[in-house]
């Protein structure tokens, strides 16, 4: 469905969120309209804030002997390298290790700084999921930054919707599934993880201005692809599903890019 033909007095869902945050009832109008039916859409302006290795056994992956960490790792992704629900991944041709990472989203409905995390929900519109999918050896071309392997064109995806904040009762305990051709990958629920979702805004908003329309993606569970013996790479034909309960399935097929 077109939220924008049907609602034509927001521009686009930064200004449907800036509405709703100043009082006017502009979630309802959309709800109605769509019935939890919308497309994420797109956004060149669109800020994605991205979390790593926010569940303890991910940690313990990396076999380094490190403590928990005392803050969240953080890093950015760019709007187009996400695709819809239903889109097709690209596996670039520059390299054959595209991973998968199912992940929570936040939605930022109501901008702000330095957000006590008791007040944190009240600046959230909603929760999607992200599929934030990985170039792995592109992650290390650099010393002190993962942002390359991030940041390939169409290599994850958002959606399949976002769910507002009052259909979302506990974030405490919301759990994921990660399939790959119908096989389980992944699986854990927000209970576990080392920053919690109201941290996590509380945190992020300390050093920039959190505006209506981010998107905060929580960090992804023990499974990824590149953590198995041998790895095992998502190529051309495979079907990537990551379920929420609450959200719904984000579900991609993969296809390789035209070089």
């Not at 034509?8 to 109605?32: F, N, V």
């Amino acid at each position: 469905m077109d939220l924008g033909a049907r609602l034509p007095r927001y521009a686009d869902l930064r200004a449907l969120l800036a509405a709703e945050a100043a009082g006017e009832p502009a979630l309802a109008q959309a709800r109605e309209l769509v019935l939890r039916a919308a497309r994420s859409p797109a956004s060149a302006d669109l800020r994605i804030v991205c979390v790593g290795v926010n569940y303890a056994e991910r940690n313990e992956e990396y076999q380094d002997a490190s403590e928990r960490p005392k803050y969240p790792s953080l890093f950015m992704r760019a709007p187009d390298s996400l695709v819809a629900h239903g889109a097709t991944i690209l596996r670039p041709p520059e390299s054959a290790q595209l991973d998968y990472e199912g992940e929570i989203a936040i939605v930022i409905g109501k901008g702000g700084r330095r957000i006590p995390a008791e007040r944190a929900r009240e600046h959230v519109a909603g929760l999607t999921i992200v599929n934030e999918g990985t170039i792995r050896d592109w992650l290390r071309h650099g010393k002190f930054n993962v942002t390359q392997g991030k940041n390939f064109a169409a290599s994850g995806a958002i959606g399949p919707w976002i769910v507002t904040e009052d259909e979302c009762p506990d974030f405490g305990d919301m759990r994921l599934a990660t399939r790959v051709n119908g096989e389980l990958r992944q699986q854990d629920s927000t209970r576990r993880m080392m920053f919690p979702l109201a941290e996590l805004i509380r945190y992020i908003s300390t050093f920039m201005v959190l505006k209506p329309g981010d998107v905060i993606a929580t960090g992804t569970p023990t499974g990824a692809g590149a953590r198995f013996d041998p790895p095992r790479w998502l190529v051309p034909g495979d079907t990537v599903e990551v379920e929420v309960d609450g959200i719904g399935v984000l579900s991609n097929t993969v296809a390789d890019e035209a070089a």
